[in-house]
């Protein structure tokens, strides 16, 4: 098989085609023409309008809602490029579904991460990218090499210019205890104090605040996760934060998937900014006054260069 291909092509899913023609700008190269649609009974079929043969071939597709479709179109894509010839395909995850499903909490349970995992790589994809996974041991779930880019390079260069005048008074809050690493990432590079939310989910989407370590009275807190979902925690956590004493509560997450109430959520809450990169698509109509979106093509575009050109990506992590 060889291993590197003698051209770069991107193509694109329906998942998030604004990001994917943005990093293609920043390659200075034009986005593949192709299209994924649906037959009348919701079968996916995939039409690649150019040639891909001997060609390094990039699939940029979040997995995000509706998931199981974007999954679908991805995989389908993958398949139609191995079949046209295409020398390496790698599939740009920007967003990996399915990653909450990444161990058995119960019996019976399935490990839904690796069978994702396992479908990719038996569509035909040579190599993987994406960013922040919820949980870092899927990297594991593959035999293919998989490059794990982090959000913390585009967010925090916007966070050192938000607190220049009073970081003397801003603390990084993390979530949960699983958080605690990402969270440090921002204290170290922004050289402020870390507090941390013990709490207990009695159910899925579920949380109840239990605790807050750290002191935050009348502080400017941060509060750094992977993702927001229905941003039930995300609110409990600010509102339960403010009641303490504190003087502003900001989020800042890779993965802005905003499902059901998350926005009304976001607005009635004790939040005053929420800041996520745009992996997921968020259309207009919904970045409300709190939301900002930051873009993710300049470092997942540089990553593509560098694996097409055989150079390393570690010089792009925080």
């Known amino acids: 098989m060889n291993l590197h291909g003698k051209d770069i092509k991107i193509f694109s899913g329906n998942s998030n085609k604004p990001l994917a023609q943005s990093m293609s700008e920043c390659l200075g190269i034009e986005l593949g023409r192709g299209e994924a649609g649906e037959f009348s009974d919701g079968e ?9 043969r001997g060609s390094d071939v990039y699939i940029v597709q979040s997995t995000s809602a509706p998931v199981n479709n974007n999954l679908m179109e991805l995989l389908i894509m993958i398949d139609a490029c191995k079949r046209a010839s295409a020398a390496r ?11 909450r499903q990444d161990r058995k909490s119960r019996a019976r349970d399935p490990i839904t991460a690796k069978l994702v995992a396992n ?17 870092s041991q899927i990297q594991g779930f593959f035999d293919i090499p998989l490059d794990h880019m982090y959000g913390a390079p585009i967010l925090l260069p916007y966070f050192e210019r938000k607190i220049a005048a009073y970081k003397d008074n801003v603390v990084i809050m993390s979530p949960d205890l699983g958080s605690v690493g990402r969270a440090r990432t921002f204290v170290e590079r922004l050289d402020v104090p870390m507090a941390i939310i013990d709490k207990r989910r009695p159910k899925a989407n579920v949380c109840e605040i239990m605790n ?9 807190v941060i509060i750094v996760d992977d993702m927001i979902d229905t941003a039930g925690t995300l609110c409990n956590a600010a509102n339960a934060i403010k009641e303490r004493g504190a003087k502003s509560v900001t989020a800042c997450a890779t993965h802005g998937v905003l499902s059901g109430p998350a926005l009304e959520r976001i607005d009635a809450s004790a939040l005053d900014e929420v800041v996520v990169l745009d992996t997921i698509y968020l259309p207009p109509e919904k970045r409300t006054g709190k939301i900002k979106v930051l873009s993710a093509a300049p470092v997942l575009a540089e990553a593509i260069a560098r694996i097409y050109s055989d150079k390393p990506v570690s010089t792009l992590f925080v």
């Open 44 to 52: 996916i079929q995939v039409s690649i309008y150019e040639s891909v």
């Open 119 to 135: 479908l990719i790589e038996k569509a035909g994809a040579d190599r993987v990218l994406t960013m922040d996974l919820h949980a």
């Open 212 to 220: 807050i370590i750290g002191e935050i009275e009348g502080r400017d």
């Open 89 to 99: 395909i790698t599939a740009v995850m920007p967003y990996f579904g399915y990653a």
